[in-house]
């Protein structure tokens, strides 16, 4: 019955289901069930004389136990790894994953790369510019250079820079900028000094200078060609859910902190001007730790046993500094 559904986008009636599927049932004996199945709150009608479709529960019911997971085919793998996986990290291979994800499954998309201070560095540098001013420079695992102008709240000369320098020298490598951060913190508590004063107010105080990573949102226009959008009421909903950036990424980072594959339905993603939504969603994993979300968001009504191998399969090679050899997969 969701199978149909999904499918056609209407309700779905117990005739349809006898004439579609062969079922060994009388069209009276198929309403029965499907009476049962509304009282269990897995269906419900939406006018007395229509079919019925399928509740938040039924999807979730049906996404946990009945959907038949497919493998991406063919075609879909070599588009994602052609176009994606022969890309070095970056905001350019956020937006190329967020179209073609787009494409490749009917929905809008939606990537959040890694958040620049949790990526792991090799290096991190200061440069003074005037007393109270530096240039960090930070160089990611990943092979990244990010600059940022810091300003302190104290004035700070070459030599300290270079005792800072030599102080983070071991903290630093391998680490982001938030643990270095937090190691730092657990120092100060046993034995105070005043280099480690200083590099504990720089390391923060570039903390404070870095920027959210943008969430990269493609193929809104897609969903308006869908059944469910003729409600102009839904169309607006979706769209200010696309324009609050905050809680989108607030989205993501309970993606970030379950790990692997989430399919949210309905009142899970806490998107509550809208009842109709789903949110499929990956973590991946960036050499040297640091962690990005990539994922759709559309109606309930989507192709989940399609959908959810493409979203996990875009995330592993989001995962990769290059092109993978296609066999190994």
């Known amino acids: ?10 309700p779905v009636s117990s005739r349809r289901l006898s004439k579609r599927y062969g079922l060994n049932l009388s069209p009276a004996s198929i309403r029965n069930v499907l009476s049962d199945l509304e009282e269990a709150g897995y269906l419900s009608q939406p006018h007395t004389s229509a079919g019925r479709v ?5 999807f979730r019911l049906f996404v946990d136990a009945l959907v038949q997971m497919r493998e991406v085919t063919t075609e879909d793998r070599t588009a994602i790894l052609s176009r994606v996986g022969s890309l070095a990290p970056g905001a350019e291979r956020a937006r190329e994953a967020g179209q073609l994800l787009s494409t490749l499954t009917g929905a809008a998309s939606v990537v959040a790369p890694p958040k620049p201070a949790d990526e792991a560095l090799m290096q991190l540098r200061f440069v003074p510019l005037s007393d109270r001013r530096v240039l960090a420079v930070l160089v990611t695992r990943s092979g990244k250079v990010q600059n940022r102008v810091v300003t302190l709240d104290v004035e700070i000369g070459s030599q300290d820079l270079e005792r800072v320098h030599n102080y983070l ?13 937090d190691a730092l913190a ?8 005043d280099y480690r004063a200083l590099s504990q107010r720089i390391v923060q105080a570039t903390l404070e200078e ?9 193929g809104q226009g897609l969903l308006f060609d869908r059944p469910e959008f003729q409600n102009a009421e839904m169309i607006k909903a979706f769209l200010r859910t696309f324009e609050d ?7 993501i980072d309970q993606t970030l902190s379950t790990g692997g594959v989430q399919v949210l339905i309905g009142a899970e993603t806490h998107l509550s001007e809208i009842e109709d939504v789903s949110l499929i969603a990956a973590t991946y994993r960036q050499p040297g730790g ?12 989507m192709d989940y046993g399609k959908v959810v191998p493409i979203v996990e399969f875009t995330a592993r090679t989001l995962g990769r500094t290059q092109e993978p050899d296609d066999s190994t997969e």
Do not use: C, N, W
């Open 1 to 10: 019955m969701i199978t149909e559904y999904i499918a056609t986008g209407e």
């Open 54 to 58: 399928p509740t938040e529960g039924g």
């Open 169 to 181: 020298g071991e903290l630093v490598d391998g680490h982001s900028l938030a643990e270095v951060r």
């Open 186 to 193: 657990q120092e100060m508590a046993g034995q105070r000094t």
């Open 210 to 218: 870095s920027e959210e990573p943008e969430v990269v949102i493609a």
């Open 245 to 251: 950036k905050e809680r989108l990424l607030s989205l």
């Open 290 to 301: 640091s962690q990005g979300t990539v994922g759709v968001i559309g109606p309930s009504r």
